[in-house]
């Protein structure tokens, strides 16, 4: 499984490449726009093929579900944390984490939880630098809860990560900070499927 987070500032062409990504086989579309009002996400979302709604996972503005065909929520760690979410029995949720105790602890509510960062992030210079997630992911004792790596993972590193266990990636930084994230998702892709 291969899903992509958006940056949290819409950037030129965003939504082009986003059905493009969909096309060429993304999974899922993490949609995390801290910064933009209901109206803006509801813009962002009708720019993204009515085909691929049921696809998109967001962050926020939850009730425009009503509107779309969506029913992926995400919360974030501190949000889940301070229990600023509730079980859908309509949806379907996933969460973060940062450590593998944390994840282990997960009930079946979620259907899979990020981990990061698993090497040092491509969008966050510094961040994960001295990591030890890639190592952790093996004391993985949840079997209920799918496990999806995130931080620096790109073409060249994807296949240490479901090497180590895990069932999925988040792609992030390879993606939006490339001259040509089409092909890094392409590349990104073919050297999970081989």
Known sequence: MILV???????????????????????????????????????????????FHHRLVLYSHYDLVKNFKISRFHFREIDRQNGLFKTFTDKIISTSVHDIEIFNELNEDWEYSFISPVFPSISKKGYGKNSTILNEIKKRENPNVKLIALGGINEKNINKVFESGADGVALLGAIWESDKPLNVFRKCRQNVLS
């Open 5 to 51: 987070i958006t940056p949290e500032e819409t950037i030129q062409n965003e939504t082009e490449l986003i059905n493009e990504l969909f096309q060429e086989g993304l999974d899922l579309l993490h949609i995390r726009k801290p910064f933009i009002n209901s109206e803006g996400m509801t813009d962002f979302i009708q720019k993204i093929d009515s085909e």
